[in-house]
Structures are given as structure tokens and as C-alpha cells.
């Protein structure tokens, strides 16, 4: 048996940030910073809870510009310092119904970081439902976006 295909089931992305591996790694893992920046355009976020620990639980809303809000909980199951953060998307009667697993790393290359990003759904037409009804792609391109501007605004430098 060989290794099970799952591309047609991931979305992979990566970026490379002028920023040191530290700060993104805060920006990504700090209630308050993740603030400033998570989400797609013209979205914001309140954090509600977030212990960074294996099984621990970060609760959040997203506020979108449409004014509705998107309850949300990730469970992380590994956290690595400043390298490596892998979650799982739980959606339940609580919040929005979409289950993903992601896993996040920080490379350090120079004075940049490589951020590697893949999220990996239950099946091909689950990522494809997800990204129909919540814009999943784009959304994660226009929240990296964001990390970026918001980290040049922290460091005062560009790409």
C-alpha cells in the first residue's frame, strides 16, 4: 500500500515573510496580535479563549462585513516554538460546520521566514462545499495577506 492521495483534498500555500521566525510566530499565537489580522478582508476577530498547548482550545468570532458573526473553534494538537502548530478545525452545534486539519511551519531563512500552510478536509467535496459557502481559498490568501501588512506594520520593512 502506498501513501494515501489527499491532494485533491488539501489547500497548500506558502509565503515568505520579511519578518523574523519570533514575531510571526506571536502574531500567529498572541489573542491580541492574531486580532489585527486574522481573517479575510474586511473581517475582524475576538478571541474568546486560547490556551496554546496540545488539546488545548482557541475559541474565536469572526465578524464579518456583512455584520453576521462566525463562531469557530480550533483544537490545537501540536505546538512547536517557534516552528510548527498543527490544529484541527472543529466545527459543532456551536459554531460553523467545517472540520479541517492544518498544519502551519516557520522557517527560518536569513532575516525572513518561510511560512508553509495545508489544510487538509474529509474529502474533495467537503473543501469544495467549504470553499463555495465560506470563500475558504481566497479567504486564507486575503488573511495571509494581512499577516503580511500587519508584520511590515511591526517592522517597518517590505518584501
Known sequence: MGKEKTAD???????ILAAPRELIWNAWTDPEQIGRWWGPRGFSTTTEKMDLKPNGVWLFVMHGP??????????????????RLV????????????????????????????LKLKS?????????RVDREYGAIEGLHETL???????????????
Open 87 to 114: 490544529y484541527r478545525h472543529a466545527g459543532d452545534e456551536e459554531t460553523e460546520p467545517v472540520n479541517f486539519h492544518v498544519t502551519v511551519t516557520f522557517t527560518e531563512q536569513g532575516n525572513k521566514t518561510i
Open 120 to 128: 487538509e478536509f474529509e474529502s474533495a467535496e467537503e473543501l469544495q
Open 66 to 83: 456583512d455584520g453576521r458573526d462566525y463562531k469557530n473553534k480550533i483544537i490545537y494538537l501540536e505546538v512547536n516554538k517557534p516552528e
Open 9 to 15: 483534498r488539501e489547500i497548500n500555500t506558502s509565503r
Open 145 to 159: 495577506g494581512r499577516l503580511e501588512e500587519y508584520l511590515t506594520q511591526q517592522t517597518g520593512s517590505v518584501r
